[in-house]
Structures are given as C-alpha cells and as structure tokens.
T-cell receptor
Framework: EPEVTQTPSHQVTQMGQEVILRCVPI?????FYWYRQILGQKVEFLVS????????KSEIFDDQFSVERPDGSNFTLKIRSTKLEDSAMYFC?????????????FGAGSRLTVL | AQKVTQAQTEISVVEKEDVTLDCVYE???????LFWYKQPPSGELVFLIR??????QNEISGRYSWNFQKSTSSFNFTITASQVVDSAVYFC????????????FGAGTRLFVKA
C-alpha cells in the first residue's frame, strides 16, 4: 500500500538552528500538508501546498517557516531559527486532489526536539 | 470558521464496556466532511471514517458505529464491547470544500480500556 515517508524520524537541534524536515508524498497525490502536534496536544494545521505554491496557511506558519517541493518527489518544511516551542511531532500528509472529501494519508511523523 | 470540539479529554472504561466519544462541530459551509482518526500509543494517525454533510445515515463497522446529527452538529463515535487494543487518542476532524481544503482536528479524547 502506498505510503507517505518522512525523514528524519527524530531530530534534536539547538535553539536558533535551522531544521529541514523531509517528506515524500504518495506519487500520484497533488495536495500536500504539514501538521504539528505538540506532545499530548491536538493536531494543528500548518500549511497546505498545491501546484508548487502555498494554498493556505495557519497563524502558526509565520516567517520562520517555509515549504517547498524542490523536485518531483520531496516536500520539505524548513524552520529557519528554531525556538523551544517548536518542539513537536510534525506530520506530513497528502491527498489525491483538491477536495475537502479527501482522506489525509499521514506519514509516521518527524519528532523535533529543540534544546 | 471551522471548529471541532471534543469535550471529553480522557475516558477510562473496563474491557467489554461500551463507550461513546462525543464530537461537536461548527462550520458555515453547507458542504463539509467529518472524520474520525485514531492515534494509538505508537503515534501514527489512522483514518477510521469519513461522512459528508449530505449523508446523515449512521454507519456501523464491526464494533464501531458513528451517529451523525446535523440538527445538533454532532458526530459521535461509539465503540461496543471495548477492548484493550482500543486504547488510543481519538480525533474528530472537519474539512470544508473551500480554500486550502484543510482538515481541522478536535483536541482529541484519550481512551483507556482496562483489562
């Protein structure tokens, strides 16, 4: 069964460092998402991405965050200067197309720990 | 604006008991989609069910059943004869058919099923 792949599974970084989280969505999917889950809390929408541009972003997704699809397969989330409060599990998800009916297929997540 | 409320933070039951997880949603759209996801202790997000706003028919899948009532904006989830393996966090979620087609999650209900 096709799956969304995320790397790394766990990254530890120092405050102020840049971090790039990588995702390989399902190959025929067109819409991509990043979500964040602080430990024990809700799953929060960060950004949606379609046709090589941001479709929608939340208030969490400030100037410290960026996304790109540098090639035909990877979808990355960059945090420019990490803060302690960025420590969380980051989930990538993809869906087949532009519809609210689509079921998100999530990756296993990347746990980010900022020290 | 989209909003999903799961008022039950934690529920603890003994195996074989029935348990209902409540979900109340808010949306201004007439076309929307409701979901339940399960997050077991291993951390992945697993899709359980999707309902669209035009289909209020309740659904049963094995020990799981879902009650969708537009009149009360609720989409409740019942587990019959609970088992230890049902222990997880359960998230109710909502997406609209507009904008970035983002899915918004409730805060989740942590279910403990004791043997």
């Amino acid at each position: 069964e096709p799956e969304v792949t995320q790397t790394p599974s766990h990254q530890v970084t120092q405050m102020g460092q840049e971090v790039i989280l990588r995702c390989v969505p399902i190959s025929n999917h067109l819409y991509f998402y990043w979500y964040r889950q602080i430990l024990g809390q809700k799953v929060e929408f960060l950004v949606s991405f379609y046709n090589n541009e941001i479709s929608e972003k939340s208030e969490i997704f400030d100037d410290q965050f960026s996304v790109e699809r540098p090639d035909g397969s990877n979808f990355t989330l960059k945090i420019r200067s990490t803060k302690l409060e960025d420590s969380a599990m980051y989930f990538c998800a993809s869906v087949t197309g532009a519809s609210g009916a689509n079921v998100l297929t999530f990756g296993a997540g990347s746990r980010l720990t900022v020290l | 604006a989209q909003k999903v409320t799961q008022a039950q933070t934690e529920i603890s039951v003994v195996e074989k008991e029935d348990v209902t997880l409540d979900c109340v949603y808010e949306t201004r759209d007439t076309t929307y989609y409701l979901f339940w996801y399960k997050q077991p202790p291993s951390g992945e997000l697993v899709f359980l069910i999707r309902r669209n706003s035009f289909d209020e028919q309740n659904e049963i899948s094995g020990r799981y059943s879902w009650n969708f009532q537009k009149s009360t904006s609720s989409f409740n989830f019942t587990i019959t004869a609970s088992q230890v393996v049902d222990s997880a966090v359960y998230f109710c979620a909502l997406s609209e058919n507009t904008g970035g087609f983002k899915t918004i999650f409730g805060a989740g209900t942590r279910l403990f099923v004791k043997a």
